[in-house]
């Protein structure tokens, strides 16, 4: 599993870490069964709290897209609800809208808007899934 760390970002480092897991999972780039790390282990390796990790394991627990063996470890779980599933897509849509009208703020026109999301689509397809990273910045 490969999840990327910002920690100069504005985004708090739990939901970082949950949109990553979340998107790969619904994705199926991580699939039903797959055992995820440990709580200690990820902590470790993305240089975070293991608190910070037990919060994320617990909220994808209650989403239904991990599923918790006490002492056996963490799974990811099946896929949730479909009404769940439309609710988040149309979160999905309104980020993708408030983004949109910040780029339009700036001075973006609908050609260079299409162009910047076509560069993020290219480089987050061409990015790898197989291990887990941290990326630092100052």
Do not use: C, W
């Amino acid at each position: 599993m490969f999840i990327r760390i910002e920690k100069a970002s504005g985004v708090p480092i739990s939901r970082q870490i949950a949109d990553q897991v979340r998107a790969q999972v619904m994705s199926g780039a991580v699939l039903a069964g797959h055992k995820m790390p440990s709580i200690r282990e990820l902590a470790r390796e993305l240089a975070v709290n293991q608190n910070t990790v037990l919060r994320v394991y617990e909220k994808l627990t209650a989403e239904g897209l991990l599923d918790r063996r006490h002492g056996d470890g963490t799974y990811v779980g099946v896929r949730p609800k479909t009404a769940k599933l439309r609710g988040q897509r149309q979160q999905f849509k309104d980020e993708l809208s408030q983004l949109v009208r910040r780029g339009q703020m700036l001075g973006h026109d609908a050609g260079q808007l299409h162009e910047l999301l076509e560069a993020v689509i290219v480089k987050q397809a061409s990015t790898p899934i197989s291990t887990t990273t941290t990326e630092n910045k100052p």
